[in-house]
């Protein structure tokens, strides 16, 4: 009976932080007025003809007009970097560089934005992935955000599109886990670094102090910079914010089951810090947590155990802007799947055999 009393102490916490997100609310609002600093918007890109055309025309169909675009070419092997070449010569805020050969010691996502915030001019630093579109609005709120809270670091987790069942059955994994877990608006609320989040899609940096500390300098090997970053900020006595992107940034990860299969178990156990014992003991409470509840316990108490489940899963599917239905049906499925990524996740992470568009990547 220990063991149910522990299982049903998990479930309520969880519910609970659930439950303070949701009324919480820690979303990207507007802003009630314009600004006109100069925002360095920064572009790691390596093999994404596919994408970039989309995120470079969503960012010129931004009302804010003062910034200037970057965008690295990681020794891509398509043609993103003449893609890139023919849409520069369209507006001269946009420039399109050739990335540097990846040094010993670096990941090479770090190195790309590494070499990008030295390239750059602005005030603020806003690093963004190639695979996104931004909606009207993004730089204006954010920029705000940063001056309102005197923020070092703001950090967005977007919306993500998917289209495939498969990718339906692992990437909602991202924001369950996120929203499960953490209350997010302890990040900017609490200075502990264990209240850290972060998502590596969205990071806006006060020029100044990124160029002072080096931040992808500082983390330039690890798997899960985005987080890394964020504890070193608070921890060095910064003040830095995550929040849910509120419909301004798209972000389609992942092309199917199998692609997001990958990445995920890339980052599964990174985003645990590599505690192996702690993310079997969270996948264990879980996934057989509710399983041993319906073995053990009466039909009420099981029936109580699911709602809790049921709740927290809509009002993440609500915050994170998913489908509620589909995420409910395919919640057994998603578990499943997780359990599969952690698996692989760890054995990559023993055999030293992780390997992320064409690189290893050293633990």
Request: proline share 3%.
């Amino acid at each position: 009976m220990i063991l149910i009393y522990f299982i049903f102490l998990f479930l309520i916490l969880r519910f609970t932080v659930t439950l303070f997100n949701f009324i919480s609310n820690p979303k990207l609002t507007s802003s009630p007025r314009d600004y006109d600093e100069l925002v360095s918007i920064l572009i790691p890109a390596r093999d994404e003809e596919q994408n970039i055309l989309s995120l470079l025309q969503s960012i010129c169909n931004q009302d804010y007009q003062k910034y200037e675009v970057i965008i690295l070419d990681d020794h891509s092997s398509d043609r993103t970097f003449a893609i890139c070449e023919e849409f520069c010569t369209l507006d001269r805020r946009f420039r399109v560089v050739a990335g540097k050969t990846l040094p010993i010691g670096w990941l090479g996502k770090n190195f790309a934005c590494h070499q990008l915030a030295k390239a750059s001019k602005g005030k603020y630093l806003m690093f963004l992935d190639a695979d996104e579109t931004i909606a009207d609005g993004l730089i204006n709120n954010t920029v705000h955000r940063m001056k309102f809270y005197k923020l070092d670091l703001l950090s967005l987790f977007t919306n993500q599109v998917m289209i495939t069942w498969g990718e339906r059955m692992v990437v909602p994994l991202m924001h369950f886990i996120l929203l499960n877990l953490l209350p997010l608006r302890l990040v900017r609320l609490s200075r502990s670094p264990a209240f850290s989040a972060a998502s590596g899609q969205f990071m806006l940096f006060n020029a100044e102090n990124y160029k002072e500390n080096q931040w992808h300098e500082q983390v330039s090997n690890k798997v899960v910079e985005d987080i890394e970053i964020m504890r070193s900020i608070k921890a060095s006595g910064y003040r830095g914010e995550a929040l849910l992107a509120n419909g301004y940034i798209f972000c389609r990860m992942y092309s199917g089951f199998k692609d997001a299969f990958q990445g995920f178990s890339k980052n599964l156990l990174a985003g645990f810090n590599n505690n192996i014992i702690g993310l079997f003991l969270y996948l264990f409470l879980v996934i057989l947590g509710p399983l041993a509840i319906a073995y053990i316990l009466s039909a009420e108490l099981l029936f109580f155990a699911l709602s809790l489940i049921i709740l927290s899963r809509v009002m993440i599917s609500l915050m994170s802007g998913q489908n509620v239905w589909i995420n409910i049906f395919l919640h057994p499925v998603q578990l499943i799947s997780m359990l599969f990524i952690a698996v692989i996740s760890v054995k990559k992470y023993f055999t030293k055999t992780i390997v992320w568009k064409g690189r290893p990547i050293r633990n």
